[in-house]
């Protein structure tokens, strides 16, 4: 445990900055957190961050860690699977799991931000500072200096600068801290944009205050080279990203006009186009975003900094696990400085962390050409069928990627190469099968007997993971 003294610079008070500085309160540290924005409890922000997020098992278990997950699904809404809408012909429907009890919860960022502000601030002793962006770090004296103001605003003359012993990065993918590490000799840093950009569109609920689409799912319009997503909200809207490249025939670059989008919408998605009737607006008054991933190494300068969350290791949206990612992060250092002292810690944490947010980043990838372009496929339709099958005829011996990604905390790297041998053992017996339940059970378990059983036995898993 620390001195009682002792005090951490936390920058960044989003999600994963304000849920850490939780967790260090509770081993005793005094944590002073900066945060370029508003009081986003006092202040409407828009930041062009997503609306709402979709939390699962790694991030509820940290949240119950420091006992905010009841709270967490009290204000979310369970998602069970896919809901897929072709541009014509009947919806199709993709469970996540093998049965029901095996969701992921659609929640508001907004809520669950502030949420976690509060919480931090109520164990006394986290005090958050705003409208403070960090401009410069300088680590042979351990001083980070501060320009006050928020952003589009005028920044003050005056610079606060303030002492550290422990600095913290937990300020995203545009990260200030890791911006002044890599500056140090030793760091490599890559940062892979995708050629897509996302725009969110808000569906707005019924007359009545009702879903206009089904509540329990997340829904997906696949398109190819682009797609539509909708994820339900408490108040019973949804939140649509549509996800486009930048340029190119269709495009972002080639509706520049309403006649353009609306013709787009009707064409490619008639049934979300009819329960967006201010599209138009919504569509050139939103923001477009950027999507990219962030690898750095190493994500500590020794006894003096590390980095968590998106400031490590940011991660395009297509697996959910941004923010899940971010939130086991705190558990994985808050079980460091369990057993280590910080130096130990840091160090310890970068270099056990990093393959496992390797694995998600490539992951999260490959998710999005499967959303993208696989989902409306027969023969894909088909694997995720006998996935399925296999999951409940073989518990405990046959695993899925996305469900050791989603419903268990296997670590990130073991769940991408499990999902490597579960896609080879599917895709054999897929071969020339017309049916799901025509699949050969007893082929199937011989190669997940030769083939996946002894890996997991290998590397330490059973049924547990």
């Avoid at 601030?121 to 680590?139: H, M, P, S, Y």
């Amino acid at each position: 445990m620390p001195e009682p003294a002792e005090r951490v610079t936390l920058v960044g008070a989003g999600l994963v900055g304000s849920l850490l500085a939780i967790f260090l309160a509770r081993r005793g540290f005094r944590v002073r957190l900066f945060e370029r924005l508003p009081d986003m409890r006092q202040t409407a922000i828009a930041a062009g961050r997503s609306i709402n997020l979709a939390i699962s098992e790694r991030g509820l278990t940290a949240l119950r860690q420091v006992g905010l997950d009841d709270e967490a699904k009290w204000h979310a809404i369970p998602m069970r699977g896919r809901v897929l809408h072709p541009v014509a012909g009947e919806l199709g429907f993709q469970a996540y799991g093998k049965d029901d009890s095996q969701c992921i919860h659609s929640i508001s960022r907004g809520w669950l931000n502030q949420m976690l502000m509060t919480a931090a601030e109520a164990t006394g002793r986290v005090e958050i500072l705003f409208e403070q962006r960090l401009v410069r770090v300088d680590w042979a004296d351990q001083k980070a200096a501060f320009e006050s103001g928020s952003p589009g605003k005028a920044a003050s003359d005056a610079q606060r600068v303030e002492p550290f012993s422990i600095l913290i990065g937990a300020d995203g993918g545009g990260s200030a801290v890791r911006g002044g590490m890599v500056k140090l000799p030793g760091y490599e840093l890559s940062e892979e944009l995708l050629e897509h950009g996302y725009k969110e569109l808000l569906l707005p609920a019924g007359p009545s205050g009702g879903f206009q689409l089904e509540k329990h799912a997340l829904h997906i319009w696949p398109r190819g080279s682009h797609m539509l997503i909708a994820l339900p909200n408490e108040d019973g809207s949804f939140t649509c990203t549509l996800f486009l490249p930048f340029r190119g025939a269709v495009s972002f670059e080639a509706l520049h006009g309403p006649a353009e989008v609306a013709a787009f919408f009707e064409r490619e998605f008639p049934d979300a186009r009819k329960l967006l009737p201010d599209l138009e607006e919504q569509f050139f008054g939103n923001p477009t975003g950027f999507m990219g991933t962030v690898k750095v190494s190493p994500w500590d300068v020794p006894g003096k900094a590390v980095l968590v969350g998106d400031a490590a290791h940011a991660i395009v949206p297509f697996f959910g696990q941004g923010m899940n990612c971010g939130f086991e992060d705190c558990l994985w250092l808050d079980r460091l400085l369990e057993r280590h002292p910080l130096a130990v810690a840091f160090e310890s944490f970068g270099r056990l962390r990093k393959v496992h947010s390797d694995a998600i980043a490539d992951m999260a990838v490959e998710n999005f050409v499967e959303m993208r372009d696989r989902t409306a496929d027969a023969h894909f339709l088909l694997e995720k069928q006998i996935e399925k099958i296999l999951l409940n005829a073989f518990p405990g011996e046959f695993l899925s990627r996305y469900t050791m990604v989603s419903f268990s905390l296997a670590p990130y790297r073991f769940a991408y190469q499990v999902g490597e041998l579960a896609s080879g053992i599917i895709a054999e017996l897929s071969r020339g099968l017309a049916k799901a339940e025509d699949v050969d059970l007893a082929k199937a378990g011989r190669l997940i007997r030769e083939r996946l059983v002894p890996f997991l036995k290998e590397n330490g898993h059973g049924s547990r993971a």
